[in-house]
């Protein structure tokens, strides 16, 4: 008998070496590993999704009639040898999700079956980039929608347009919105075995139920999103409320990440939502880009560019700032608003995690290696072959432009039109050179000054860099992001 050795990010009966397998000829191994969980301290809701999916999903295997050894062991390779020393017969895994993790497969011994966790395997990834002097998402997206077929109509996209994004970049809607609130499960006794088991070094809240632990409920967030989110997606995707967590974002990431969901078929239940009627083309293709075109680009990426995580373009060499790990509190009200929700609920949007904690760390000079592993530990749907290119590529800008064309930076101005978080600060978003002056405005100028010579090939760039050589008050503002900076590292700001 043949044994199945299922990740816990690939939590599904139909990908890989498990969509094969049957009781009558496979055995299931499932390694909860210590190592993994412990090797550094990481949110509460993240090590309890994760767990807490794994033995759900190895419960629902034995339901089926799988016999299934379930280990908790010191480390994988532990796992692995004690599973051996009692059980005959070969044993195989779905291709990894990680570099790491193919790489010990090999050295054990592990076949390895192809996975179609995602819709475009590495090796196809490789194919399409071949050749191409730039890798641009949006000739990958329309070569994934026209290859998969999503929102066609024969070779045409479906309304004559490949892209609605300039019409999802909306401020906040003047009296908040009316979001529908997402569902919640109560925790069981499993729930509750594996709070009062995680590490010490755990940080953040326990879990409320936001996040579903297995694939029924993570089904029912689907049917939720497509049913009642979707229709209002689009427009606000980029905005930020302080009232609001959520507003309509899927919160479906840590699903699909860890296998509970599978992109195709979020995708086709999104487009028949559309096809059906009541949702609209902005947010349908919004999604569905998010889905065949960002999320997968960045996984092709991540196995194109095996030294992306070594990339450091403009020298950024800063320590996190004390305010990022609640080891001191902030003045900042996007700041203290954004790491609140990921202390809560380890989750926030897209444009939180890049326009204000990424654009932060950036402007400031932390080193992005900090940054991946703080958002690493704290994100409820990070995996590294998300984490790099997002951070190494497109937060930090540390690969100097292979991925994203310019550095993506906010200064108080952005904050303020796409929040409401700046009205109530104690800065002023319009300020650059006082004490009272948003750190983010005065930073954002001393980054163009600080970084011009690496920025003036750009033109992307030229417009904010010949607006920061304008400024009268140039010397000062600078004067005034040394002082933002030493503050952040003394925890004052
Ligand atoms: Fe953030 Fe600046 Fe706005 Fe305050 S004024 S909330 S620091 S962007």
Redesign the pocket.
């Known amino acids: 008998m043949e044994t199945v050795w299922v990740l816990g990010d690939q939590l599904n009966r139909r990908i890989g070496a498990l969509a094969e397998a049957h009781p009558s000829t496979h055995r299931i191994l499932l390694i909860e590993s210590r190592q993994h969980l412990e090797r550094r301290p990481t949110h509460r809701q993240r090590l309890h999704l994760v767990v807490t999916a794994m033995r759900r999903f190895a419960g629902e295997l034995r339901e089926e009639g799988f016999e299934v050894d379930f280990r908790q062991s010191p480390d994988m390779a532990g796992g692995l040898a004690a599973h051996r020393g009692e059980h005959d017969g070969a044993v195989v895994v779905t291709e990894p999700n990680s570099r790491s993790g193919r790489r010990f497969m090999d050295r054990h011994g592990v076949r390895q079956v192809a996975s179609d966790q995602f819709l475009c395997h590495p090796s196809d990834f490789a194919r399409w980039a071949d050749g191409r002097k730039a890798l641009r998402m949006e000739d990958f997206y329309r070569w994934q929608r026209t290859r998969l077929g999503y929102l066609m109509d024969g070779d045409e996209p479906v309304g004559g347009r490949w892209n609605y994004d300039s019409e999802n970049r909306e401020s906040p809607p003047g009296d908040g919105g009316d979001w529908p609130t997402p569902p919640t499960t109560p925790l069981d006794d499993i729930d509750q075995e594996i709070v009062e088991s995680l590490p010490a070094t755990a940080f953040g809240a326990d879990p409320k139920g936001t996040w579903a632990t297995d694939r029924a409920g993570a089904l029912e967030r689907m049917r939720h999103f497509v049913d009642r989110v979707l229709p209002l997606f689009g427009p606000h995707e980029d905005a930020m409320l302080s009232g609001n967590w959520h507003l309509a974002h899927s919160l479906l990431s840590p699903y699909l990440n860890l296998g509970l969901l599978t992109p195709n078929e979020v995708c086709d239940a999104v487009e028949d939502a559309y096809r059906n009627g009541g949702v609209p083309i902005n947010s349908a293709e919004g999604f569905i880009r998010q889905v065949i075109g960002w999320r997968e680009y960045v996984w092709g990426l991540y196995w194109l560019w095996p030294d992306h995580a070594a990339t450091n373009h403009l020298g950024n060499d800063r320590d996190l700032p004390p305010a990022f790990t609640g080891a001191a509190a902030t003045q ?4 203290t608003i954004t790491l609140a929700e990921l202390d809560r609920r380890a989750w926030v949007h897209h444009i939180p995690r890049l326009m204000v904690l990424s654009s932060l760390a950036n402007l400031a000079g932390i080193h992005p290696r900090a940054v991946m592993e703080w958002m690493t530990s704290t994100y409820i749907d990070a995996a590294e072959w998300v984490m790099i290119p997002n951070v190494f590529g497109m937060g930090m800008w540390s690969d100097g432009g292979r991925m994203a064309t310019k550095p993506y930076l906010s200064g ?1 101005a952005y ?2 039109r796409m929040s409401d ?2 009205g109530d ?5 319009r300020k650059r050179t006082s004490d009272d002056a ?4 005065s930073l954002y100028w001393d980054f163009l000054a600080r970084h011009e010579a690496a920025l003036r090939g750009n033109h992307r760039m030229s417009r904010a860099l010949a607006g920061m050589r304008n400024l009268k008050d140039l010397s000062e503002t600078r004067l005034r992001a040394a002082q933002v900076i030493e503050q952040l590292d003394a925890g004052l700001l």
């Open positions: 900042m009200r996007c700041l108080g904050i303020n978080y700046c600060c104690r800065f002023d978003p948003c750190p983010f405005t």
